[in-house]
């Protein structure tokens, strides 16, 4: 479509349109740099009087530019010009050593990002400019998602953008070098003062056990409520454990392996009523399976917590990866919490201090687990009012030492 000068804008005798940009660089000479109708990146220069024959000498070259190759095969570096958007996206993440877990939750960022370019027109990476990413991060934050939630749907644009930079420097420039997401600014109206976060006490936990415990088929969740909500264990850690890192007569459990890209491990004490629930599930069962044979991924175990909330009708309403907040809550509220509570969840030592001058490595650190996590926990246990024919008043949790 023609350009008329009405539609230019001037600064430092630079003019820009939506196809291309010109400069004059001296009287009578100008360059014109822009992209042709098949998505190549020229920069040309050439001769004119004035701005109204620089416009339309620049849109003829570039239209001549187009013609005269349409009977020629695209060089190499001009096909790299047409990418698509989407096989970018996959080119760029089919190298990965990823889990198949990790593959298809990119590979559902990635679809919500080309829903999103498809809305606003584009195709080609090249369309793409700066302005797109901040409308798409724009887009999320109007959704009213977490921060963390954002920046999953960003990941796959922002790799992109730096895969296309690395391989085709000359081509592309990365789209996202300047994006910034505040953390701050999110998450200043993710927290309600008045309200609080939600979570689920630990005498709630267990009346959640017992309604699981009395079915068969909600049976089958009950391992994975324990170890997340009276363990303290994350979500993927109680869903990776296998019967091999359970240790029955030492009543401990060791949870090892990759979380958010670290390998972490560590070894803790369990209280009496997970034990039960172990040993209730370990029968029949072959040492090196998982303790939730049934629900390996969390698309699918995820989605059966939150039904047999409903279906419980006992109001819960938090989401199933919150479930190990319970004893860090406590801890809080009972005046227990500390350094061995966060090393019990699995958190990092967060000072110099506690990295490097704690003394409580390697050995240590297992018998003091027991006197100041579990002991704690143990007892808020036993305060817990059992309904009546409870199965778990069965288990070895009533033989708690005063």
Not at 222 to 232: D, E, F, R
């Amino acid at each position: 479509m023609t350009q008329t000068t009405r539609s230019l804008t001037t600064e430092k005798k630079k003019y820009k349109t939506d196809r291309f940009t010109l400069i004059q660089e001296r009287e009578n000479r100008w360059k014109v740099s822009g992209r042709d109708s098949e998505g190549s990146y020229r920069r040309i220069r050439f001769d004119a009087k004035d701005l109204s024959e620089a416009i339309r000498t620049a849109e003829r070259i570039l239209q001549n530019l187009t013609d005269n190759r349409k009977n020629k095969p695209l060089r190499k570096a001009q096909r790299h010009c047409m990418i698509r958007i989407s096989d970018a996206l996959f080119r760029s993440a089919e190298s990965r050593n990823w889990s198949e877990y990790t593959r298809q939750s990119d590979a559902t960022s990635s679809e919500y990002f080309l829903d999103w370019v498809d809305r606003k027109g584009l195709t080609f990476w090249h369309e793409l400019r700066f302005e797109h990413v901040q409308q798409y991060r724009k887009c999320l934050l109007e959704r009213g998602l977490a921060y963390d939630t954002i920046r999953l749907y960003l990941v796959p644009v922002r790799r992109t953008a730096m895969w296309m930079s690395m391989n085709w420097p000359k081509d592309y420039v990365n789209i996202c070098q300047g994006l910034r997401l505040s953390r701050r600014d999110v998450c200043s109206t993710s927290y309600n003062e008045e309200e609080g976060n939600l979570f689920l006490p630990i005498a709630s936990v267990l009346d959640f056990l017992d309604w699981l415990t009395r079915d068969e088929e909600w049976d089958r969740l009950s391992v994975g409520v324990a170890l997340q909500g009276l363990a303290g264990l994350q979500l993927q850690e109680a869903l990776r454990l296998t019967w091999d890192k359970v240790n029955i007569p030492e009543q401990s459990i060791t949870i090892d392996g990759f979380v958010k890209n670290q390998y972490r491990i560590r070894k803790i004490p369990i209280v009496n009523t997970v034990l039960w629930i172990l040993r209730r599930a370990r029968s029949g069962t072959r040492s090196s399976g998982r303790l939730i044979p049934h629900f390996s991924a969390y698309d699918s175990y995820s989605p059966a917590l939150k039904r047999a909330f409903r279906e419980s009708k006992q109001g819960i309403v938090i989401k199933p990866k919150d479930l190990r907040n319970t004893i860090q809550t406590a801890a809080i509220d009972g005046g227990w919490y500390g350094y061995y509570v966060q090393r019990y969840v699995g958190h990092a030592p967060a000072t110099i201090g506690e990295r490097h001058y704690h003394g409580d490595q390697g050995k240590r650190l297992f018998p003091l687990f027991q006197e100041k996590v579990v002991a704690h926990i143990e007892e808020e246990i036993g305060k817990w009012k059992a309904p009546e024919n409870s199965p778990l008043v069965f288990g070895p949790r009533l033989a708690v030492k005063g």
